[in-house]
């Protein structure tokens, strides 16, 4: 199968064919075997498969993007970095299991109230209040 796409303004490659993941990457049929659509724009366009131990990294961060001048290969924590880097990490308030928000934080760090005390008040256990506490957690507020 020939991966199909349309190109946006940005010049991403945003593949329209095989099937979306859970992470926005599709995979297609392809040398009998089903595989990721960026990885086949890539493989075509460099002639080489992607180095064995690396990855893709989405330079547009776009998943859906097959624009092998928008792939580079990469380690884990290369990718890693470039989520963090881009602020697409899912802390604080953004991840799914925060019980705490920002602005409890502050009280948390503000308040003379003992732990448990403060942590009952807040509904979290008091490990949470005391990791707030010593900025073991929320390190961005």
């Known amino acids: ?8 303004p940005a010049g991403c490659w945003e593949c329209t064919s095989g099937t979306p993941g859970e992470s926005g990457h599709h995979r297609v049929y392809h040398g009998g075997r089903m595989r990721p659509a960026h990885h086949v724009t890539y493989e075509e366009a460099t002639g080489a498969p992607v180095p064995a131990g690396l990855l893709l990294r989405h330079t547009c961060d776009n998943p859906p993007c097959v624009n092998p001048a928008h792939l580079i290969p990469g380690t884990d924590l290369e990718n890693v970095a470039d989520r963090v880097g881009r602020g697409r990490s899912a802390r604080g308030e953004r991840n799914g299991a925060a019980k705490l928000t920002e602005a409890r934080v502050r009280l948390v760090r503000r308040s003379s109230l003992p732990t448990r005390a403060l942590a009952r008040e807040l509904g979290v ?6 990791k707030v506490r010593q900025h073991k957690t929320w390190t961005h507020v």
């Open 1 to 8: 199968m020939v991966v199909e796409y349309t190109i946006t």
């Open 125 to 130: 256990c008091p490990r949470a209040i005391r």
